[in-house]
């Protein structure tokens, strides 16, 4: 009897199991979406999903599909293929820059309604066509998707572009006193490279700045633990004055003065320390007077920088900086409410300061 009875439970629970499994060679795990916007403004879809088979020579598999939106777009992706695709895996999402100029949070917001996709995958943006980038095979890379995601992680490491996610996408889009940014990569023929950062009013892509210039935005921004800084100091004697700044720390302060009639003056104020890397001026810095005359001319150099970034920043009426949660933390909320910030933004006197410290400098004479 109670054999009998063990057995018919033995089997009850084995084909439950047998139901909820999720065979991996049955699954197409989508790793690396792109969306570009079509003819008629409808949307192009492209899924790249790796190959599992050890014996196929593929590598992975390519989907392209043009609908209406995006939750279509996947309904005929699915038909392409005879695996189910699931998009737990998914590690970056590509917006082209056409669409990402007409506006990202509709796409974003139908990403973060799927359950399975994590709120950490990267926001990308792709200068062109983000399809015929994904879709391109980068020798010795196998698969374009992966390489990518690691460029991407890489860089943002290091402090050269902001780590974007759907989640920190999504939080600058909703928060009224910032504006979300995201990084660009482009075709550069035998690779993809970074190009830039792009900076949104709203959800709309508007302007970006160069990679070389991605750390004096993230001097702007925020603290950094980890950057590296090439200054061009001029010419002296002749010769072009290089100094190479690695191992950056940054440490800012910022402050909001009131100056009546709703207008405001902005502080950020930069402490950086750093090594020289290389220097190729003729000053020995075993001095200290060379040394601190060195520091000096780092810092003019970052501040004018800082200040001709945020000239074009308030030019695009972009405040990718934040200055507006400052502002907004220095009134009431009814103040903030009243006030018109983009309005007011292009017109906020900002102020950089900078003091730069030299850590070591090796053996340079």
């Keep these: ?125 792709v200068d062109g066509d983000a399809g015929k980038l994904l879709s391109k095979t980068f020798k010795p890379h196998k698969d374009t998707g992966t390489y990518v995601n690691h460029l991407l992680t890489k860089e943002s490491s290091s402090g050269a572009i902001p780590p974007t996610t759907l989640y920190a996408f999504t939080r600058d889009y909703h928060d009224d006193g910032i504006d979300p940014i995201a990084p660009v990569i482009k075709d550069d023929g035998d690779r993809a490279g970074i190009s830039g950062i792009a900076f949104f009013r709203d959800d709309r892509f508007v302007m970006k700045i160069p990679a070389k210039d991605g750390i004096i935005f993230a001097l702007l921004r925020g603290d950094i633990k980890q950057g590296e800084l090439s ?92 200055i507006g949660q400052y502002v907004r933390n220095s009134l009431t909320y009814k103040a903030w409410k009243s006030l018109d910030w983009r309005k007011v933004y292009p017109g906020v006197e900002v102020e950089c300061r900078v003091k730069v410290t030299i850590k070591d400098y090796g053996k340079y004479m």
Excluded: W
């Design 231 to 322: 200054a061009k100091l001029g010419e002296r004697n002749g010769r072009k004055v290089v100094v190479m700044f690695s191992s950056m720390l940054n440490k800012r302060k910022v402050s909001v003065q009131h100056l009546g009639d709703n207008r405001f003056k902005f502080i950020i104020a930069n402490s950086i320390q750093g090594s020289v890397l290389e220097y190729t001026g003729h000053g020995d810095l075993s001095q200290s007077k060379k040394r601190h005359e060195l520091e000096g001319d780092v810092a003019e150099y970052i501040r004018d920088k800082a200040q001709e970034m945020v000239r074009q920043l308030q030019q695009n009426n972009v405040d990718s900086i934040g």
């Design 1 to 125: 009897m109670y054999r009998q009875l063990f057995a018919v439970l033995l089997m009850l629970l084995l084909t439950g199991c047998s139901s909820d499994q999720r065979i991996l060679e049955k699954l197409g795990l989508v790793q690396t979406a792109s969306y570009d916007l079509a003819e008629n403004h409808q949307l192009k879809a492209t899924y790249s999903i790796p190959v599992v088979d050890p014996e196929s020579s593929e590598h992975r598999l390519l989907l392209t599909a043009v609908t209406d939106s995006l939750k279509e777009a996947r309904v005929q992706l699915s038909k392409q293929i005879d695996l189910r695709l699931v998009s737990g895996q998914l590690r970056s999402v590509l917006f082209g820059s056409e669409l990402a100029k007409e506006g990202l949070v509709e796409h974003i917001d139908t990403l973060l309604r799927d359950p399975s996709i994590a709120l950490g995958v990267h926001v990308t943006v």
